[in-house]
C-alpha cells in the first residue's frame, strides 16, 4: 500500500475522532511510533488521538517485513489470524497490527490490573462451562420429529429465547440413525447464516441428545400456504433469502437434500431460514441413495447406472427441490404431488417417482409469470450436469425473476418482509403435534461403546455466549447490578 493513500486513510480516520476539545487537541495530540518505538501524547480533553502522519508512520514501520515489526509488534503481528497470515498482507491488516500493538504497550498492563479484566475472566470462564438441561426453562411444545420432541426453551442465565430439539438416543438406536444424528451435529457447529437455523448450544443426558437452535417464531411456510397462497413478491423475497441459504451451505460442501416449505421458518418479522439438517451431508465422491421427501427427490435420487447401483450425486439436487419448492409456493402444490402426478401409478408413492421421472409439470399463467416459469422450469432439468444452479448459486441469482433484488442488501438483512406473521405461536397445536410415543423403545438397551459414540456432542457456540454477555452488561448499564437471592432463579443468577 502506497504512503499517500495510507496518509489519506489517517485522514479520514482523524476526522471521524471524537470532537469534544479543540481542534488544536487532536492537531498536537499523540507523536507515534518513531524508529519502531512510539509515544503517546494525550489532548486536553483527555482523549489519546493520533495524526494522519503518525499513522502512516505506524503502519509502515508495523508491516510485517519491517525491522520496526520483528521487535516491538511482533505479538501483536502473531495475533493476526490465520487468514490474513495465509494472504498478502494489506491495509487492514497493518492496521490491526497498530492497533494491538499500541494496545499492548500502553494499555493492557493497567487493564489486567483493573476490574474489567476480572470480568473478562469470569466470562470466558463460564464460556467453557457445559450446558445441561439445568441452565435453560422447557416451554410449549413446537414440533415432533422422528427421534422426539422441539419445544421453545428460555435460557435461565441470559433469558435468551431458544428451539431446543431433543432426541431419544435409544429411538437414534432403534433406526439406525446415529450417523446420521452425529453428522447433524457436525455439520451446524459449522454453520452461520442468518438464512439457515444454527447450533448454539448441544449437551446430552443418559437418555437423550439436545440441540439448542435458533427460534424462529413466524411459523413454517407450509403452514401459512394452507391458510393463503402467496403472492409473486412474497415468494421472490423468500426464494431469494432460500438461496443464500443454500449457498452457504453449499459453499461449506454441504448437501441440504430436505428442501420443502415444512423446513423453512420464519422469524417474527418475516425473514425465513432453512431448518431441520437432520438429512444433511457432506458432498463426497461416492454419495448415493434416496434421501428426503418423495415428490422432492430429483431423478438421479431415482435412477441407477447400467451396472444396477444406485447412482451419484452431488448439490444439484438441493437446486431441482428447489425449483419444486418455488413452484409449490407459487401454485399450493409440488409439481410432482399433484392430482396429475397421482393419476400415473395405483400407488401413490410410486406415481411421485413416476412423476420426478416423466411429467411435465404445467406453469398456468394465473399463478406463473413468465420469469417465475422460466426459473422453475431451468431448475427442473433432469439432467443434473445442465441444471440451473450446477455452477453455482450465482447463476440462479442472475435470472429475471430474481431482477430486483438487491443481493448486498438481502444479504445484510436489510431488506423489508412483504410478509409478517401475527404476533401469535404460528404452530399446529399441542393436541395436533401429539406426544413422543416412549413405548416405542421399551426393551432397547444402550451399551458403554454406544453411549462413547456422543462424547464430543457437546458445543458453546462461543458468538452465541459472547452476545448474550453483552446484552447483560446493557441490561445491567440500564438497570445497575444484579441482587441475587440464596434461591434465586434469576436469569442472570451466574453473571
Known sequence: VSGDVVRRLGSLLKRKLPTSGSESDHEDSLNSVRNGSPTRTTSTSGHTTISANDLSTLV???????????????????????????????????????????????HLKDFRSSAFHRRLIAFLFLQKRRVSEDDFTVLRILG??????????????????????????????????EKLCLAERKILATISSPFVVCLKYAFQSPEELF??????????????????????????????????????????????????????????????????????????????GRCGTRGYWAPEM?????????MVYNHSVDWWSY??????????????????????????????????????????????????AELI??????????????????EVKRLKFFASIDWAQM?????????????????????????????AVKGVKLSDQEQAAYSNWDYVCPDTFQREAVEYLVWEVKHGPCTIGANSNSCCSIL
Not at 436489510?414 to 410415543?437: H, L, M
Request: proline residues 5%; glycine residues 6%; neutral net charge.
Open 60 to 106: 509502515v514501520e508495523n508491516r510485517p517485513d519491517s525491522p520496526a515489526s520483528r521487535t516491538g509488534s511482533q505479538r501483536s503481528q502473531r495475533r493476526l489470524s490465520t487468514e490474513s497470515k495465509a494472504c498478502s498482507p494489506t491495509l487492514f491488516d497493518e492496521l490491526e497490527a497498530c492497533v494491538l500493538c499500541s494496545l499492548e504497550q500502553f
Open 144 to 177: 415432533r420429529g422422528g427421534f422426539g420432541m422441539v419445544n421453545g426453551c428460555i435460557k435461565r442465565t441470559s433469558a435468551s429465547l431458544y428451539a431446543m430439539k431433543v432426541m431419544n438416543k435409544k429411538m437414534i438406536k432403534k433406526k439406525h440413525a
Open 211 to 288: 440441540l439448542v437452535l435458533d427460534l424462529r417464531t413466524g411459523g413454517d411456510l407450509s403452514f401459512h400456504l394452507n391458510r393463503a397462497r402467496f403472492s409473486e413478491t412474497q415468494v421472490r423475497f423468500w426464494a431469494a433469502q432460500i438461496l443464500l441459504g443454500v449457498q452457504h451451505l453449499h459453499e461449506k460442501n454441504i448437501v441440504y437434500r430436505d428442501l420443502k416449505p415444512e423446513n423453512i421458518l420464519l422469524d417474527e418479522k418475516g425473514n425465513c431460514s432453512i431448518s431441520d439438517l437432520g438429512l444433511a451431508v457432506e458432498v463426497t465422491p461416492t454419495l448415493a
Open 302 to 310: 431415482l435412477l441407477r447406472d447400467e451396472n444396477g447401483n444406485r
Open 323 to 372: 425449483g419444486c419448492l418455488v413452484y409449490e409456493l407459487l401454485y399450493g402444490k409440488c409439481p410432482f404431488r399433484t392430482s396429475k402426478a397421482k393419476a400415473l401409478h395405483e400407488d401413490k408413492q410410486q406415481a411421485y417417482d413416476k412423476a420426478t421421472l416423466e411429467l411435465t409439470p404445467s406453469y398456468d399463467p394465473k399463478y406463473f409469470s413468465t420469469d417465475a
Open 377 to 394: 422450469q431451468q431448475l427442473l432439468v433432469r439432467d443434473p450436469t445442465k441444471r440451473l444452479g450446477a455452477n453455482g448459486a450465482d
Open 411 to 439: 444479504e445484510q438483512m436489510q431488506v423489508t418482509p412483504p410478509f409478517v406473521p401475527d404476533n401469535e405461536i404460528n404452530a399446529a397445536s399441542q393436541a395436533d403435534i401429539g406426544s413422543f410415543d416412549i413405548s
